[in-house]
């Protein structure tokens, strides 16, 4: 197991972006923009050991520059979206950059964390290998209070795990929500869409949202309807039930503490499996509904759910409504966040 670097760009002030390449055992290989924290690629074998990358997104720093579709890229300061793209703390109102119709996506414009030039140092240990990742925000940056300090590691072990650990520290209170949006297709790029990905999650209930996807304030329960993946389904055998042309829903895990496995994805024509295990209260489960086409690695077109994501966070709006877990940063603590998504074939 190593870790290698190349020159990924120049970035539009000048400086330079690079491209980590964090080698695993078995073939499995991820590579890591220090721009955006973006996972660009995840090659992973199959059951036959063919290896194809099972990642969205692109092959050079220019496709990333000029696409807001957030492919692999780490999400901040906060994931998911705030309604009317404001919010009111400690008696003050804040006002944000309305970049998803009325409402505040994924932390903004170029302050937000995928736009970004992270700072970088790569470890190797005897089992794992990885890469620190740091970054400040200052007070004000995209509408939000407080000086932030965020620090990122990416780590892939020797049994085909990806870890995300996310630590922040403020100087004034502030919403944290930070997650990854990778894109995966367990198929392989240009092997089909992910509507027969057989999906399993032990989340017992989800959040209903408006037309706008902010959601109402219910946590309802999966049970009996089009949203229930606690026991094995495709993704695609209910997806014409749900509005919005799929699944952009925040779920909510069982009761438990800590880091906990949550999920499995399978994809019957590859074998290739991910387990993924998280220590937040939600999981934002997305398949790729406004995939348009785009082409992206060597000239793959990604359409409509030809990609799913997974985002561990704490719930949209949360700064909004108040009867959700507190997504609340102060100064004096730390914001502790740690997801994994292992991979394997069967």
């Known amino acids: 197991m190593k870790v290698s670097k190349e020159v990924f760009g120049s970035l539009p002030d000048g400086s330079v972006a690079d491209l980590y390449t964090l080698e695993g055992e078995k073939g499995l290989t991820v590579k890591v923009s220090s721009f955006g924290g973006i996972v660009t690629s995840i090659l992973c074998p199959d059951r036959n050991g063919k290896i194809e990358d099972i990642n969205l997104g692109f092959d050079t720093l220019d496709e990333y520059l000029n696409s807001r579709f957030y492919f692999g890229a780490a999400i901040g300061r906060f994931g998911n979206r705030i309604a009317g793209a404001k919010f009111t703390l400690d008696g003050e109102e804040y006002s944000l950059l309305a970049n998803d119709g009325p409402n505040s996506l994924h932390g903004g414009d170029k302050g937000a964390f995928d736009r970004k030039n992270w700072a970088v140092t790569p470890f190797e240990k005897d089992s794992s290998i990885g890469l620190v990742l740091s970054s400040f925000s200052p007070d004000g940056e995209e509408g939000f209070p407080g000086n932030l300090t965020t620090t990122m590691i990416y780590t892939l072990t020797s049994e085909g795990e990806l ?11 502030t919403p944290v929500n930070l997650t ?15 509507l027969d990905h057989e999906v399993e999650l032990d989340c017992p209930w989800y959040l209903p949202v408006d037309g706008t996807l902010i959601p109402t304030g219910e946590i309802k329960s999966v049970k009996g309807t089009e949203m229930d993946f606690t026991a094995k389904n495709t993704i695609g055998s ?30 019957p024509a590859s074998g290739r499996t991910m387990e993924v295990s998280t220590d937040q209260p939600g999981v934002q489960f997305y398949t790729g509904n406004f995939l348009d086409g785009i082409k992206g690695h060597e000239g793959t077109v990604y359409g409509k759910h030809g990609g799913f994501c997974l985002e561990t966070q704490l719930f949209p709006d949360g700064i909004n409504q108040t009867q959700f877990p507190s997504c609340i940063l102060k100064p004096g603590e730390v914001y502790s966040h740690t997801s994994s998504y292992r991979f394997f074939a069967r």
């Open 163 to 173: 870890i995300f650990e996310y630590k922040a520290v403020t100087d004034k209170a």
């Open 180 to 194: 990854n949006h990778s894109y995966f297709n367990l198929k392989g790029l240009g092997n089909g869409d992910i």
């Open 238 to 267: 209910r997806i014409g039930e749900v509005a919005g042309g799929g699944y952009d829903h925040c779920y909510v895990l069982a009761p438990g503490r800590g880091v906990r496995k949550y999920g499995t994805v399978y994809d």
